[in-house]
Every structure is written in C-alpha cells, then in structure tokens.
C-alpha cells in the first residue's frame, strides 16, 4: 500500500489469496481486525512476496516492466514483514503506521495508472478513514509518550522522556566501563572516544580512529537517545544496547581485543572497581555483566526538552512560524514515514538506493555500503540501512553511513532524491533545516554539547 509505482500489475491468484488469507493475514490481523481486508483486498497484491503475475504478463516487453514495478512496491514497502509478521507477536511498528498514513493523506496509493486498469481498487472514503483510525489509536495504545498536547497526541513524532527506568546501581558501573579505556587491547580507547559527551555523542569523523590508528568504513551514530533504537548500528546487527556494547572491544579495527578474558584480567585487577562490580553483579566478571551494565549506563543517555518537543507538549512560543512550516514540510516530503517515534529514527531499515542509484552517483565503494546484508546475507537487503536517529542532528555532523555529507542542506536534498523520490525546493530545503535544528535537547540539565555544523 505504500510507495511502489504500482504500473505492477502483479496480482495474487484466486487461490493464493485465500491461501495467503487463511494461513498469515487473519489470525494477526484479528489485532486490527478493522483493515485486515481492506489490506488483503488492495494492499497485499503489489507489497507481498506472495503473488502471481497477471495474464497479460505474457505480452512482450509487459513482464519486465511489470516485474521491475513489483520489486519496487516490495522494496518500498513489504507488508508481510511489516505488517502481518510483526503482528503476530508484537505491535505494529511506527514506521508502518507512518507508512500507511501518508499514503492515504496524500493519495498516492493506488497510482493512476494502475487505477485505470483495475477498477475499485481504489481505496473508499470510509476505507481510508478506517485505516487512519486504526493508525491513531494504536499509536495510541503503544506509541504516546502522554507528555504531547492533546492535538499533537496522534504525531509521528512523540517529545523524548526525562528519564526511562534504570537501575542505578548498574547504570553507575556501566558509566565507568563507558569511559575505561582498559576495555581497549592497548588501553589507548574507550566507548566514549568514539562517542564523546562534548560532540553530541559521535566524534564528528568521517570514520572513527580505532586502536592503533586503524579506520572502519562507517561513520559511528551518535549513542545519544540509541536506548529508543529498535536495533543498534547500521546494519541493524545488535539487537539491542547489551549487544551492542560487545561489538567495538572485540572489534580488531575499533578496540582491538581478542576475548573478554583479556578484558577481564585487567580488570580484575582494579580491587576497588571489582569489589563494586560484585556488589552488583554477585557473579562478578564476565561479557554479559560488563555490557549489561555498559547498557543500562546507555538508557541514561537520553536528551529531552528540545525546542520541539516543548512545541509538541503545547507551547506555542517554542517555534517560529517558519520551523511549524519546516515541521509541516518534513512530514509533506515523507521524511516523517521513517524518522519516526521518540527518537525519530530507528525503527525501520530503508534502501538508500529507493528512488536512484546513489551509490553510482557517489562512486568509491566502500564495505559498508552492503547496509543490512553485511549481517543478514540476504541479497535483498542489500543497501538497507537503519534510520538513523535525527535527535541533535545539528551536532551529530558529517551525515549518512559512508560520513560524506557534511551539511543538514545537502542532507535533504539527498533524501528527497534518493529515499523520497521528491526534489525539495531551496526553500523548502531551507525550512527544513531550520526545523532540524530544534531538535536539540538537553543533557542533565543543560544544553546538549557539541559544536553545530555549519550553515
């Protein structure tokens, strides 16, 4: 139902459709019963992996076209994984209900083209109102921070909490496993070199500097507000802040050591920070407990009170009239059906290469260009990438996976060409920096640290 240029006439058969109906979409779709057929009858068609291509496929030249305005639909939006199997034991992601959303609000969905073929495909008043209902309350239900005004309630994007649950305890230690560089093979790095607390949690690197001034491939995201991530790093390989606190010291590029017994020995050698270390961890050292508490140390690291998030907790005064009108503009130009929730970003993995070809456009191909393939394998997530986290954007500078763009203006323009498929104005563009740019919080206090990228 979102995005694919759907000229992909590719249709499910008679008896795929009952298959497909019976076996996945009711029993998950009971959760939001209301839409189940309204999505099986004219969503599932072009956005499943399920499907049979019409009889005019066998005209020359049709099949391809068809087949290619497929994978398009199926890229920009797989309602099976999206939808129907997230369904089954969990809710239903943000990105999916923003997904929805604007593809209803703006009738993008079914494109003409294939309207004009497939009588009543299009979708009714009382269908779309049906869905966009749907996407309210279970926002609602599962999303709502209940700290936004009443009228922004039902937002994409939901104000940051002043704190998430800890135990303080461990936060305590994880701060000081954070910040010790004995956690490196040559005791040169710790977590926070690579995530300073004085440029926004990055290193404001094109690539970060590992031990023995080696460089990765990738720009490092900030750990700032990551506790709201759905997965951690690029390629979405940790599934969580615990995981993802064991990667770098055992990475031989970041921090360069070979087991946590290494780690362990020194220390364990440190009696005062072991005898705390117990005090919490009765089983003392080991990877699990250190990354552990390096995690919950991570869920502190929040940064609420932006000028936004004030705007969306109801005072007015917190914007100018012209960053209302860049907010309004980065949800017209579809940004908002990613960057969403708390974090804004996060909760989904995007092709960069959606709408053109960036990385022929860009040259110079790097590892870490293979996005979410580099962990899973999967050809079909290759150049799919984790939404990275827009909180404090203007101090989280340079931009993208590969750490080219070194402007919020060159940002957008990107992501309208390449993921949106929209060219955004100069002044358009220019709003919505402006925007971008309210979205810096605080931290214990006071503003954010970090030194804003240019204009």
């Not at 073929?117 to 709502?144: C, F, N, P």
Request: proline content about 5%.
């Amino acid at each position: 139902m979102t995005l694919c240029s759907l000229a992909a006439v590719a249709t499910l058969t008679a008896a795929a459709t009952q298959t497909i109906f019976a076996a996945e979409i009711k029993p998950p779709m009971a959760k939001f019963s209301m839409v189940s057929d309204v999505v099986m009858d004219k969503c599932m068609a072009c956005h499943s992996r399920n499907y049979d291509l019409p009889f005019y496929a066998k005209i020359p030249g049709i099949r391809e076209i068809i087949e290619q305005d497929y994978r398009d639909g199926l890229r920009a939006m797989d309602l099976n994984a999206e939808l129907v199997e997230t369904a089954k034991d969990k809710p239903v992601g943000e990105t999916t209900l923003a997904k929805m959303e604007w593809v209803i609000n703006n009738d993008t969905m079914p494109p003409a083209k294939f309207a004009v073929v497939h009588w009543g495909s299009r979708l009714s008043a009382g269908e779309k109102q049906m869905i966009l209902d749907w996407v309210r309350t279970t926002r609602a239900e599962y999303y709502a921070t209940g700290t936004a005004a009443p009228k922004y309630a039902n937002e994409p994007v939901q104000p940051i909490p002043q704190a998430l649950p800890i135990n303080a305890a461990k936060a305590a230690l994880g701060e000081k496993l954070f910040n010790d560089k004995r956690l490196s093979a040559d005791n040169t790095l710790a977590c926070s070199g690579c995530h300073a607390y004085d440029k926004a949690g990055t290193d404001n690197s094109r690539f970060s500097e590992g031990i023995r001034k080696q460089f990765g491939d990738v720009n490092a995201p900030t750990v700032f507000n990551a506790a709201f991530n759905r997965w951690q790093f690029w390629d979405g390989r940790a599934a969580d802040l615990q995981e993802q606190a064991g990667g770098p010291p055992m990475n031989p590029i970041e921090m360069g050591c070979r087991n946590w017994e290494e780690i362990i020995a020194k220390l364990a050698g440190d009696e005062a920070l072991t005898a705390e270390f117990r005090a919490v961890y009765p089983g003392g050292w080991t990877g699990d407990n250190i990354t552990d508490a390096i995690a919950e140390y991570e869920k502190t690291l929040l940064t609420p009170n932006s000028r936004f998030d004030k705007w969306l907790m109801g005072d007015a005064k917190a914007l100018s009239a012209d960053e209302v009108k860049g907010y309004e503009l980065f949800k017209l130009y579809r940004c908002a059906s990613c960057h969403v929730g708390k974090g804004m970003g996060g909760q989904s993995f995007e092709y960069m290469d959606l709408k053109a070809d960036y990385f022929a456009d860009r040259g110079s191909p790097l590892n870490s260009d293979k996005g979410r393939m580099n962990a899973t394998n999967k050809e079909e997530d290759l150049h799919r990438f984790k939404v990275p986290n827009l909180r404090n954007v203007e101090l989280t500078h340079p931009y993208m996976h590969d750490g080219t763009v070194t402007s919020l203006d060159e940002s957008v323009r990107i992501m309208g060409k390449y993921l949106s498929g929209i060219p955004v104005s100069d002044q358009d563009r220019k709003l919505i920096v402006g925007f971008l740019r309210t979205l810096t919080g605080e931290y214990q206090g006071k503003p954010l640290a970090g030194k804003p990228v240019e204009r």
